[in-house]
């Protein structure tokens, strides 16, 4: 399956963003779909992910602000950023895998990735 993530740009503190991630190649009903981002100079971190089931599971600073969603219609898995912050600035990434879970959140597990989507907020 390829990825390509898009959706990104620059918004203000508080504003929000939608990235999305198509599919090709491959349904995204069989894959759990996972959102990374990274900061230069810092490791990759993870974000939330949709699982091929339908459980979705998010980082502690994404829940409540961050809604990730799949559309199998358009095979597409999208992340609904809300309330932005200064500290969500980075290089977004999304990726598949057909692990458990429970390993979802191990970037080590997702065997296919997208181009990144550079999000900045300003303050």
């Known amino acids: 399956v390829q990825l390509q993530a898009s959706g990104g740009g620059l918004v203000q503190a508080g504003g929000f963003l939608t990235l999305s991630c198509s599919a090709s190649?491959?349904?995204?009903?069989?894959?759990?779909i996972g959102w990374f981002r990274q900061v230069p100079g810092q490791e990759r971190e993870f974000v939330a992910a949709?699982?091929?089931?339908?459980?979705?599971k998010y980082t502690d600073p994404a829940k409540g602000r961050f809604t990730i969603a799949r559309d199998n219609g358009k095979n597409t898995v999208s992340l609904q950023m809300n309330s932005l912050k200064p500290e969500d600035t980075a290089v977004y990434y999304c990726?598949?895998?057909?692990?458990?879970?429970?390993?979802?959140?191990?970037?080590?597990?997702?065997?296919?990735w997208g181009q990144g989507t550079q999000v900045t907020v300003s303050s």
């Open positions: 990726a598949a895998t057909t692990t458990v879970w429970g390993l979802v959140a191990q970037e080590s597990v997702y065997t296919y």
């Open positions: 190649g491959g349904s995204v009903r069989r894959y759990t």
């Open positions: 949709f699982g091929w089931s339908g459980n979705r």
